[in-house]
């Protein structure tokens, strides 16, 4: 397993785990995970110089880069 590397566009806090930075791709699977559990979660989007740096914290795996 390694880090995505697609850029970041959203921030977010998931419940007993630190905010971190979410590519879209990722950000529209959590969603669906979150809904599916009867949790809203909160997506605060990147200004547009933080997008420049930041990068997805999600894991995948090696085979489905």
């Known amino acids: ?5 697609q850029q970041a ?14 590519c879209l791709e990722h950000a529209m699977q959590m969603r669906g995970v979150s809904e599916a559990m009867g949790f809203k979660l909160q997506f605060i ?6 997008q420049m740096t ?3 914290s999600q894991n995948v795996k090696d085979e489905d880069r």
């Not at 397993?1 to 590397?5: I, T």
């Open 1 to 5: 397993m390694s880090k995505c590397q």
């Open 9 to 22: 566009v959203f921030r977010y806090t998931w419940p007993g785990r630190d905010e971190a930075c979410i």
């Open 45 to 50: 989007p990147l200004s547009e110089q933080d």
């Open 54 to 56: 930041a990068t997805c």
